[in-house]
């Protein structure tokens, strides 16, 4: 073996790091976000209640903590088992069929046949 070869080639090199309970910072982020969705309803509905507006950002600012701890429990959940980028592409695909396609992602809904169909040629 040469001086400059490499021993092994890493395999997680051009994944997304690992930031909490197994959430890249792309599905903290959308966690977040979710979070201050729902914080903010959660504020209206108290200033509704209370009368005091000052609770709509309050609720936007500290909903996505625990949006983010029990949330993340779910995402790991539904994670586990398959590929690094399926979390990711789900959501891509769910925004495309809503017409938020960004990333101009292509999608085809069609019945997957391993096995060939009955058409065949009779020759006379």
């Not at 976000?33 to 936007?60: K, M, T």
């Not at 949330?71 to 695909?93: M, Y």
């Not at 990333?103 to 040629?121: A, G, P």
Request: zero cysteines; a positive charge.
């Amino acid at each position: 073996m040469k001086e400059n070869d490499i021993d092994m080639l890493p395999d997680r090199l051009n994944r997304m790091p690992v930031v909490y309970k197994g959430m890249t910072v792309r599905e903290i982020s959308l966690m977040v976000g979710v979070g201050a969705i729902i914080g903010g309803l959660f504020g209206i509905i108290l200033f509704i209640l209370f009368g005091r507006w000052v609770l709509i950002p309050s609720a936007i600012v500290f909903m996505p903590l625990p949006t983010l701890f029990f949330g993340g429990n779910k995402v790991t959940k539904l994670k586990r088992g398959k590929p690094e980028t399926w979390f990711a592409r789900s959501i891509d695909l769910f925004f495309a069929k809503k017409g938020f396609n960004g990333n101009n992602l292509i999608f085809n809904d069609q019945e997957f046949i391993v096995r060939r169909k009955n058409n065949k040629v009779k020759n006379k």
